[in-house]
């Protein structure tokens, strides 16, 4: 796979991807920033300083709305200049994302767009609805999971809206690093999964 569609996400052991009662000016929630603190190493030779280097080399991100909204819009710029494509239900004329930022409102449309716009590199997804629309779509590829040894016990959930449909994966990679399992899962294809 050249160009795979990547979710990148820190999560809970019980699921949770932010703690509740996440806002702005509270954008993880109580509590939630428990969930990033193996980026403490992001600028290690260990196992989290290689998937911070690796989400860094991506080509273009596919953000959520409100993932896009509680992170100030990266003023932009999420990364190197690429574009960030957000997933939106709606946008209008009056809707004027910044920098290299732009809404898009059809998910294959999205996921096409991002996939050129990242050439042979990877595409970061960012946002819990992003992921959910890509998997229900048949559009995500693979998916870094972070997995945090913490129970948040509430708060807002990675995979709650996916629809009665099961979607095989296949673990590939499992890193250890301090305080966190980096876990890289492929997505099967519905005609791989029969």
Do not use: K
Not at 23 to 37: K, S, V
Not at 52 to 78: K, N, V
């Amino acid at each position: 796979m050249n160009n795979p569609i990547r979710l990148y996400m820190s999560m809970s052991l019980d699921g949770y991807i932010a703690g509740p009662d996440d806002r702005p000016g509270q954008e993880l929630g109580r509590d939630g920033g428990r969930l990033f603190n193996w980026l403490d190493d992001r600028e290690s030779d260990g196992p989290s300083g290689q998937i911070y280097r690796e989400a860094l080399a991506t080509g273009a991100i596919i953000s959520g709305r409100r993932t896009f909204e509680l992170a100030g819009q990266w003023q932009g710029d999420h990364h190197d200049g690429v574009p960030i494509l957000v997933l939106t239900h709606e946008a209008d004329d009056a809707d004027a994302a910044p920098g290299h930022a732009r809404f898009i409102t059809d998910v294959e449309d999205c996921a096409r767009q991002a996939r050129a716009a990242a050439g042979d590199r990877p595409v970061m997804v960012h946002g819990a609805g992003a992921a959910q629309a890509l998997l229900r779509a048949g559009q995500m590829d693979e998916m870094e999971i972070h997995l945090i040894p913490v129970l948040l016990g509430e708060g807002r959930r990675l995979f709650d809206h996916l629809g009665g449909d099961h979607i095989e994966l296949d673990l590939v990679r499992r890193l250890e690093g301090r305080d966190v399992t980096h876990l890289r899962y492929q997505v099967r294809r519905v005609e791989e999964a029969a």
